[in-house]
């Protein structure tokens, strides 16, 4: 099965609900910075709205 866009949005959706968007954003990034990634470019805690960019980055 080949994973496509739609598919990945309707996990993150199904994750998302009923806490918001906002939690699965917030593990994932989390879970970057853990692993030591550095790309696609995250936001860390440092910066004053990393959950909102984040959120619409991932």
């Keep these: ?4 866009h739609e598919h990945i ?3 993150i959706n ?3 609900y009923p ?5 699965p ?7 970057y ?3 030591g990634m550095t790309f696609p ?5 440092s910066h004053p709205e990393a959950l909102a960019r984040n ?3 991932i």
């Design 33 to 35: 910075f853990e692993l």
């Design 9 to 11: 949005r309707m996990a």
């Design 14 to 16: 199904a994750w998302a």
């Design 25 to 31: 954003a917030a593990e994932i990034a989390r879970t």
């Design 19 to 23: 806490d918001g968007e906002k939690v």
């Design 1 to 4: 099965m080949k994973i496509k």
């Design 41 to 45: 470019e995250l936001y860390d805690d």
């Design 55 to 57: 959120t619409q980055k």
